[in-house]
């Protein structure tokens, strides 16, 4: 009898145990989903869809400094991830004069808001993708907004296909080339 009753015992602590573990759990996530919930930029909300218009347009005027000054340089600095993967403002400047060399142009649309940030999709064009036989490429931006200012910007392919056919020339995880001089 003295092993059926530590058996009950320790079903009884286990359950308890469970039980008492499961609401630790739960109001930690709960309390972590309204830490979240404050830390949300909700007045940067409108600025975001004018700071994607601003990047768009710094790209099809070519404007480099234009471009980088869009960038936050605050926290753990901004990041581009598109062709190339560029981090902190000196190498989007390297970025950005990559894609100005290449002749760069976006037709861009369907701007929309996003919980950080904007979204978009645009039609992409570069000199050098053209003599590869990708005469334009279809991909979906996104930017995420900090302070008033972007703190990263994403091109997704929107037809991976569209890598392959690119081979060297979309290689997202790759820093952009340093000029030789």
Do not use: C
Not at 4 to 28: N, P
Not at 36 to 47: C, I, N, Q, S, V
Not at 82 to 87: E, L
Not at 104 to 109: G, K, M, N, Q, T
């Amino acid at each position: 009898m003295p092993s059926g009753l530590a058996l009950v015992a320790v079903y009884l602590a286990a359950t308890a145990a469970v039980t008492v573990g499961t609401s630790v759990v739960v109001a930690r996530v709960d309390s972590a989903a309204a830490v979240g919930a404050a830390k949300t930029p909700r007045g940067e909300a409108p600025e975001a869809i004018e700071l994607a218009q601003a990047l768009t347009s710094a790209l099809n005027n070519h404007d480099v400094e234009a471009l980088v000054a869009l960038f936050t340089d605050e926290d753990a600095g901004p990041t581009v991830t598109a062709d190339r993967y560029a981090w902190l403002q000196f190498e989007i400047a390297l970025w950005a004069e990559q894609q100005v060399a290449m002749n760069i142009r976006v037709d861009a649309s369907d701007y929309r808001l996003t919980e950080h940030g904007a979204a978009w999709e645009a039609e992409v064009y570069r000199d050098d993708w053209s003599g590869r036989g990708v005469s334009s490429l279809p991909v979906t931006n996104s930017v995420w907004v900090h302070g008033g200012k972007l703190a990263n910007f994403t091109s997704v392919l929107r037809d991976g296909r569209d890598a392959e056919r690119l081979g060297g020339l979309w290689r997202p995880g790759a820093a952009p080339e340093r000029p030789t001089r």
